[in-house]
């Protein structure tokens, strides 16, 4: 009987230890990855594509490359949204933030441009007369040549991205001096386990 009590009291141990070790090892152990981790929104700000004429940039490498790089997914001239190096891209409606799924089909290698796309370009009998403003509610979504998504969000086309309803703004020679064209503001958010869930 004495024998009996002994092991049932180390029974009992080896029990409530082995379920400390396994709850400790738990909360030890990284969290497997299935697809839930927020993901980055990378703001970039005044991408200058007006002393070349043009500016290239790489999603994947978050920043300008080259045009001869093998690496850039899209490529500013003046308002066109072009794509390169097996990238292609649709425009859709959404914001950034909301905007979770991104179509698996419809993209075009061709570029984005054209008044009414994703931004507007005002005319004489607008204030402010002849600006590029971008459209709210317009997302890019661009699919890399890895097959990787990206939706991005353009936010201005002016240097310092100014405040368009500015009595500055609307004169068009204080416009140009103080706010140079064709210095891109735009946030994105490239989803790198190639599903197409943001």
Same mark, same amino acid.
């Given at each position: ?75 500013? %001239?003046? $308002? ?17 933030? %909301? ?8 993209? %075009?290698? %061709? ?19 002849? $600006? ?32 368009? $309803? ?33």
């Amino acid at each position: 009987m004495i024998k009996h009590h002994i092991f049932q009291k180390t029974g009992l141990f080896a029990l409530i230890l082995g379920l400390i070790f396994t709850s400790c090892s738990k909360k030890n152990d990284p969290a497997p990855d299935d697809g839930d981790n927020v993901l980055e929104m990378v703001a970039i700000k005044d991408l200058n594509g007006l002393d070349k004429g043009h500016v290239c940039f790489s999603l994947e490498q978050k920043k300008e490359v080259e045009e001869s790089s093998k690496d850039w997914d899209i490529k500013f %001239s003046g $308002a066109t949204i072009s794509f390169g190096n097996g990238a292609s891209g649709q425009m859709v409606e959404g914001i950034l933030s %909301s905007y979770m799924t991104a179509p698996e089909d419809g993209y %075009s290698a %061709s570029g984005i441009t054209g008044n009414g796309s994703y931004y507007t370009n005002t005319t004489s009998q607008t204030v402010p007369n002849h $600006a590029i403003l971008m459209k709210p509610g317009i997302l890019i979504v661009v699919k890399t040549a890895k097959g990787r998504y990206a939706k991005i969000e353009m936010i201005g086309y002016y240097k310092g991205n100014p405040d368009i $309803a500015t009595a500055d703004f609307a004169d068009i020679p204080t416009r140009n001096e103080k706010w140079p064209k064709q210095h891109y503001t735009f946030n994105y958010v490239l989803q790198p386990n190639g599903t197409n869930k943001f």
